[in-house]
Every structure is written in C-alpha cells, then in structure tokens.
C-alpha cells in the first residue's frame, strides 16, 4: 500500500518529496479502486443479458412451453438482451477510444439548427411511443458552430433519449438556444422526475445510475452521460445541467463560435 504515510518534516525538500510521493500513492490507490469498480461494474453489466438469455433459451429448449405468445415472449426477451450486449459493448469501445483521445473529428462550419432539426427528426420515434411532444425553438442568423456535426449531433440525441427516458408519457420536452457574448448556448429542457440533490455529483459518472430499473427497462446502459461527457469535451464545449427532483432537468451545452476549437484538435489528430 503505497499511501502509507512517510513521517518526515515537510519544510525541506526530503519533507516535500515525501509529501509528493504520499499524494502519488494516494491517487495510485484511487486509481486502482476505480479501476477495481470499473471492472466489477462492466462484468456485472455484462452477466445480467446473459443470464437472461441463458436462462430463456433453456427454458425454449425444455419444451415445456405449449403456448405460442409465451415462446414469443420468450424469444423477445433473448432478442432484446442480446441488443443490449451489444449497445454495451459498443459503447465500452467508444468510451475506452474518448478516454485515450482515439477518436478522429471531423470538423467544418455548421448551422446549430439543421443539427437540432436532424437530432429532433431521428429520436421522434421514440418521443411518439410515449406521446412525448418535443418543442425545437432555433434562431435562424446564429453565427455558425466549427465543430463535428456527426459527433454533436450523437451528444444531443443522447440528452433528448435521456429526457424521453426519464419523463412521463405525454410530457413534453423544450430545445432552445440562446447566444451569450460569442457563445452559443444549447438548452434541453424535461419536466419529468428530474434529478435527486444527492445523485447530482455522480451522474457522469460510468455506470452511475439514480434509478436502475427504469434506465434498464428503456435500454439505458448508464453509460450515456459518461460518454457525453467526454464529446463535449473533446468538442471543446462545456455541459452543465440543473435539476429539480419530481418538476424536471435542464441541460445545457456551451459552445463557442469564435474559437476555432477543432483546428488544433485537427493538427493532433
Ligand atoms: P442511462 O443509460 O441509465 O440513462 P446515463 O449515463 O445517460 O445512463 O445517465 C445516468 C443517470 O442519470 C440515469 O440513469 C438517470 O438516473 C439520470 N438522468 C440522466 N438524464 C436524466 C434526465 N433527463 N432526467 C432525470 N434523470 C436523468
């Protein structure tokens, strides 16, 4: 254990490479509990599909099923845990590429509305299986966003699942932007069950989630955020979000439109 204190007088130079090397041994321990977590968090998330589909399918091959809707239950279940793994695993392999800087970006000038228009046209579907309606609001003259259209547009889509996902049917859901200096603001705003004060710190978190049934029941790998996150980033914005337990969460992302954030990334890529 690397984090044993080393007793020495800190007001000479032994005294404060002591000091460094105890803060060294603590943060190499922290280091390796998440690490620990990490892992325990990603086998568990994996064994859960599995043994779902184990357990199903020997129950298929058991024979003991007369009914036809009951089988197809069945096979729904196996169908759906087996999509699960592979959201899973591909979202493992996207956070694990974000964290080591591995993704490639593709940056070029883009209008702040045609990406909403595209988010908003691409989770529509899900919006409609939950009567959830959802208000786009953009200003036609904002200046344009220098950015990875594809790679913003994958942050947004997760920010309006996530509001679908935590909100009650036929709610509603309110996409907005705002200019503030030379920052473009981007709001998503749900008024569903909003975000307990206690689990505010961790929703970035990987694995985190407030309530586990209701993120597994709408497909949700508590993953989205941490991956959100990361994008923002890497994009060169900020994301921020407030919460109100039981009345709804709005988020919000900043982006500049100045800075030409994505030429340096461009160069090191
Ligand atoms: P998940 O796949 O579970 O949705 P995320 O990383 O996207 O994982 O989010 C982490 C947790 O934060 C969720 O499980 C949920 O509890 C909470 N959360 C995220 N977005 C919202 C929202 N719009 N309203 C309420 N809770 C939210």
């Known amino acids: 254990n ?3 204190n080393l007793i020495v007088p800190t007001n000479d130079e032994v005294g404060s490479l002591a000091t460094a090397i105890t803060d060294l041994g603590r943060e190499l321990d922290e280091y390796r509990t998440n690490r620990r977590e990490f892992f325990a968090n990603i086998s568990h ?25 009951e089988k197809n239950q069945y096979l729904t279940i196996i169908n759906e845990e087996a999509d699960r793994l592979t959201t899973l695993i591909n ?20 209008d702040i509305g045609d990406i909403l228009n595209s988010s908003v046209k691409k989770v529509s579907l899900k919006a409609a299986e939950k009567k959830i309606e959802i208000r786009l609001n953009t200003v036609i003259d904002y200046p344009l966003l220098y ?26 859901i309110d996409i907005y932007t705002k200019m503030y200096n030379e920052n473009l603001e981007i709001f998503i705003q749900d008024f569903g069950m909003g975000i307990p004060e206690d689990d505010v710190p961790f929703i970035f978190e990987r694995f ?16 989205g955020l941490a991956i959100v996150k990361n994008l923002v980033q890497l994009l060169g914005g900020e994301i921020k979000f407030e919460s109100i337990q039981g009345k709804g969460t709005l988020f919000k992302l900043v982006f500049s439109t100045e800075q030409k954030v994505g030429e340096t990334n461009e160069k090191n890529n």
């Open 208 to 223: 985190y989630r407030v309530e586990k049934s209701r993120s597994r029941a709408s497909g949700g790998t508590g993953l």
């Open 91 to 110: 979202d493992l392999f996207e956070l694990a590429k974000m964290e080591e800087g591995k993704i490639d970006l593709n940056y070029e000038w883009l």
């Open 45 to 69: 998330e994996l064994r859960t599909p599995i043994s779902y589909i184990k357990g199903y399918s020997q129950v298929l091959t058991n024979g003991l099923i007369s009914n036809e809707a």
């Open 147 to 172: 950015t990875d259209g594809v790679r913003l547009e994958q942050v947004i889509i997760n920010l309006i699942e996530n509001a679908i996902r935590y909100s009650d049917d036929e709610s509603r």
């Open 2 to 4: 690397l984090s044993t």
